[in-house]
């Protein structure tokens, strides 16, 4: 069974729920157009996520990128709202605001989007097999609980656990690849944050969940991989640089990996 793309995840609203998709354009900034497009800040324009606000994961978010319009419910409530983002802007930041009890405002960002790594700003890449590896370390975890926690773009299949290790080599060197006839550079192993360790929908922590996953990953590191890369080992998934000459091209479900 050869690689190929198998998921794709848009995540319109930075923080909050993925919306899985067909098909992808790349931008010139090398990001995937409609992902991390919006972000939630404060009056200081801090963002606000799950890495310093845990409420966040108790909303749950609906995207319609044909009418531009953001569905909104509170987790285990009727509280549930429907806004354009662009003619009810308003409307839907003081919703929020009165959510998270202080003021907020909805900023977007067309050419970049709000990327966790500003520097790798492409896909985030993980294989289906490294997703189910991992959620069996966890008692009660699935395989889409991990793949709600871990929140990357691009999802390959057809390959064995932590096969994506092999898309970054020593620092500085960018390993290509292409999906489809998208050319890709693979970077560094993601290095995760608080986010994982809790519940994607309640917010609840996991006990010792990045301690499992470092000792785990650590015992299971593939003895090909470059392991100058990990000062530790709390590092999942591959972050990417798309070119810009493949700007204004598309993925697409089924697409074939292939090395360069």
């Known amino acids: 069974m050869s690689p190929k793309l198998a998921k794709i995840f848009l995540y319109p609203i930075k923080s909050l729920d993925p919306v899985a998709v067909n098909q992808a354009t790349i931008l010139k900034s090398g990001a995937l157009k409609g992902d991390r497009s919006f972000a939630i800040v404060d009056q200081k324009g801090n963002f606000v996520?799950?890495?310093?606000?845990?409420?966040?994961h108790l909303l749950r978010s609906s995207f319609n990128?044909?009418?531009?319009?953001?569905?909104?419910?509170?987790?285990?409530?009727?509280?549930?709202?429907?806004?354009?983002?662009?003619?009810?802007?308003?409307?839907l930041e003081t919703w929020l605001s009165n959510y998270f009890s202080f003021p907020v405002q909805?900023?977007?960002?067309?050419?970049?989007?709000?990327?966790?790594?500003?520097i790798a700003s492409g896909p985030t890449i993980i294989s289906t097999?490294?997703?189910?590896?991992?959620?069996?370390?966890?008692?009660?975890?699935?395989?889409?609980?991990?793949?709600?926690?871990?929140?990357?773009?691009?999802?390959?299949?057809?390959?064995?656990?932590?096969?994506?290790d092999r898309?970054?080599?020593?620092?500085?060197?960018?390993?290509?690849?292409?999906?489809?006839?998208?050319l890709f550079q693979g970077i560094n192993p993601c290095?995760?944050?608080?986010?994982?360790?809790?519940?994607?929908?309640?917010?609840e922590p996991y006990p010792?969940?990045?301690?499992?996953?470092?000792?785990?990953?650590?015992?299971?590191?593939?003895?090909?991989?470059?392991?100058?890369?990990?000062?530790?080992?709390?590092?999942?998934?591959?972050?990417?640089?798309t070119p810009e000459s493949e700007a204004g091209k598309t993925l697409s479900i089924g697409n074939k990996f292939?090395?360069?």
């Open 129 to 164: 097999a490294t997703l189910e590896t991992v959620a069996s370390w966890f008692s009660f975890l699935t395989v889409e609980d991990m793949r709600k926690r871990l929140r990357s773009n691009l999802e390959i299949d057809g390959v064995p656990p932590f096969w994506e």
């Open 106 to 118: 909805l900023v977007q960002n067309k050419i970049t989007g709000f990327p966790d790594d500003t």
């Open 208 to 241: 010792n969940f990045q301690k499992i996953l470092s000792a785990q990953r650590q015992k299971y590191l593939p003895p090909w991989v470059n392991k100058s890369r990990f000062n530790h080992f709390y590092r999942l998934a591959v972050n990417t640089i």
């Open 191 to 203: 290095q995760r944050c608080i986010v994982p360790t809790r519940n994607a929908i309640t917010g």
């Open 167 to 182: 898309l970054f080599g020593a620092v500085e060197e960018k390993v290509e690849f292409k999906i489809g006839d998208l």
């Open 65 to 91: 990128y044909n009418t531009n319009t953001l569905s909104l419910q509170i987790q285990g409530t009727d509280k549930k709202a429907t806004f354009h983002v662009d003619h009810q802007q308003k409307y």
């Open 258 to 260: 292939t090395y360069i």
């Open 49 to 56: 996520n799950g890495k310093s606000h845990s409420k966040i």
